[in-house]
């Protein structure tokens, strides 16, 4: 059984940085493909950013320059380093993986930007 916890949500001020992390646990985390999404009210689900395997990244435009993922392949975790962040960043974020051809999805995590 394949579960995806996420943590680090909360309210922030715009400008300022938050630290997704996501805890895997039920597989070998090592060869899979990790990703975070995010959904804002009103908003279809986006992808924010992947990391495969092997380290190689991809990022939204909207992100890209703010946003940082990365892994611990021993921690079995995969993190979303968040800065100068806007009050459009304002979503649930949710950690995905794909393992073998199928879709894991944590429960969210809700970050809010607001002054």
């Known amino acids: 059984q394949v579960q995806l916890v996420e943590s680090g949500g909360g309210l922030v001020q715009p400008g300022g940085s938050l630290r997704l992390s996501c805890a895997a646990s039920?597989?070998?985390?090592?060869?899979?493909?990790m990703s975070w999404h995010r959904q804002a009210p009103g908003k279809q689900r986006e992808l924010v950013a992947y990391?495969?395997?092997?380290?190689?990244?991809n990022y939204a435009d909207s992100v890209k320059g703010r946003f940082t993922i990365s892994r611990d392949n021993a921690k079995k975790e995969v993190y979303l380093q968040m800065n100068s962040l806007k009050p459009e960043d304002t979503a649930v974020y949710y950690c995905?993986?794909?393992?073998?051809?199928?879709?894991?999805w944590g429960q969210g995590t809700q970050v809010t930007v607001s002054s």
């Open positions: 995905a993986a794909v393992i073998n051809g199928r879709e894991y």
């Open positions: 039920g597989t070998t985390f090592t060869r899979n493909v």
């Open positions: 990391i495969t395997h092997i380290g190689s990244t």
